[in-house]
């Protein structure tokens, strides 16, 4: 069972980027970004977004210390625009790129990661973007853009993660489970575990929007992710929700 708690972090990104290999559908080209459905929920159960991301990833044949160190030159040679760091230790070696959009300062960060475990090295190249500006017009621009990066890192098809920060304008009492409805409701899809708290509700889900699927321990079909917090008396109450999972703090 997926447990959740105040300020949970979804470690998957590091050493437990593995975590669930295996029960993912991969995100093929040509296919809807599930970001724009997740943005028209969100508009559709009167939320307002504040930060939207996207982070995409793929397993790749880099095995070897030398393969790695000639993966990360290719890389830092098309985008040279990108400030690049290198992090080389026991357990992980690491070559990350950041950048920024200029037209509406959509931050960017490439990465190569593997892990080195004995004489079995993993290793993934990852595409995460974030923005805070969420209109029709600037999706219709970044699209394409997103499209052009994907194809360009990833040989075929690769995991998507797709997440929304954003708040509710509505403080009235029971707007906590209120929201959460609205958002499932906007999904259409069914809670599948839940935790209620009084200033936290979070609710894992299974919807028939998308074809990716987790699974929990108890082998319940799952790929949403909402969780709602009311911030204290006369502030906003504010939400977070994600595909197939949330990958952030909440």
Known sequence: MLKFKNSVFLAIFILAIF?????????????????????????????????WSIYNREQIDVTTKAAFESKEALLKKKYAHFQWSIQKDKEVWKAVGVGKEKKYGINEKIQLLMTLKKEHHQSYIIYDVKGKQWSQEVWSYFNPYLT????????????????????????IKGVLSLGSQKLLKAFKADSVEELSEEAFVSVTAYTEMWE?????????????????????????????VGTPI?????
């Open 19 to 51: 975590l669930y290999h295996g029960n993912y559908v991969s995100f093929a080209f040509g296919e809807k970004y599930p970001i724009e459905e997740l943005a028209h929920g969100v508009h559709k159960s009167e939320g307002t977004i504040t930060e």
């Open 148 to 171: 052009k990066k994907n194809e360009e890192l990833f040989t075929g098809n690769f995991e998507s993660f797709a997440c929304i920060r954003g708040h509710f304008n509505d403080n």
């Open 212 to 240: 990716d699927v987790l699974l929990t321990q108890d082998q319940q079909r799952m790929n949403l992710q909402i969780a709602i917090r009311n911030q204290g008396m006369g502030e906003k109450t504010t939400f977070v």
């Open 246 to 250: 949330i990958t952030s703090e909440y």
